[in-house]
T-cell receptor
Framework: DAGVTQSPTHLIKTRGQQVTLRCSPKSGHDTVSWYQQALGQGPQFIFQYYEEEERQRGNFPDRFSGHQFPNYSSELNVNALLLGDSALYLC??????????FGNGTRLTVT | GENVEQHPSTLSVQEGDSAVIKCTYSDSASNYFPWYKQELGKGPQLIIDIRSNVGEKKDQRIAVTLNKTAKHFSLHITETQPEDSAVYFCAASGLGSQGNLIFGKGTKLSVKP
């Protein structure tokens, strides 16, 4: 039973570029949440997708957008990258009010 | 909004000793409190969680206690082992908002053999 998988594992982008990160939820899960984890900090909630719609959103600008597909997989898009967007981006999946299961993340470096 | 404070930021214990990590939260509406362990290069892994209708929960060497009146909850690890070394995060969320976890800043636990 595969857990949450994220791709790519590492990514280097230049300031001003756009990036797309991908997530496949744990088998049987239908809800995907995205988090940003800066170095030495706890994860911060970006948004959550359920039934292909954004259900909740944290305090992140509109440069951060997402999508959920009919197979429950999800993408996180970030436009106009800033140096401060460098972080570990974590995807978590769940079903109903079950606990969140996290993937190992995508390490994004913006230069 | 919710704010979660976590202490200490670093904790060093001898193998076999107990470790305690404490968190406080600000929003009295929060009712779900998970603890995650994060090893280097990996994502957070759930180790135990507690809901507000329970004061204590135990799973082998790990226990969590919750004091809703004081708005604080603690993680207790007994008989620590070197493989317990990692960063531990507490988190809180409200009813129907379990996807929106508010995390503490983490505690780096080192267990010395």
């Amino acid at each position: 039973d595969a857990g949450v998988t994220q791709s790519p594992t590492h990514l280097i982008k230049t300031r001003g570029q756009q990036v797309t990160l991908r997530c496949s939820p744990k088998s049987g899960h239908d809800t995907v949440s995205w988090y940003q984890q800066a170095l030495g900090q706890g994860p911060q909630f970006i948004f959550q997708y359920y039934e292909e719609e954004e259900r909740q959103r944290g305090n992140f600008p509109d440069r951060f957008s997402g999508h959920q597909f009919p197979n429950y997989s999800s993408e996180l898009n970030v436009n106009a990258l800033l140096l401060g967007d460098s972080a570990l981006y974590l995807c978590a999946s769940s079903l109903g009010d079950s606990p969140l299961h996290f993937g190992n993340g995508t390490r994004l470096t913006v230069t | 909004g919710e704010n979660v404070e976590q202490h200490p930021s670093t904790l060093s214990v001898q193998e076999g000793d107990s470790a305690v990590i404490k968190c406080t939260y600000s929003d009295s509406a929060s009712n779900y409190f998970p603890w995650y362990k994060q090893e280097l290069g990996k994502g957070p892994q759930l180790i135990i969680d507690i809901r507000s209708n329970v004061g204590e929960k135990k799973d082998q060497r790990i226990a969590v206690t919750l004091n809703k009146t004081a708005k604080h909850f603690s993680l207790h690890i007994t008989e620590t082992q070197p493989e317990d070394s990692a960063v531990y995060f507490c988190a809180a969320s409200g009813l129907g908002s379990q996807g929106n976890l508010i995390f503490g800043k983490g505690t780096k636990l080192s267990v010395k053999p």
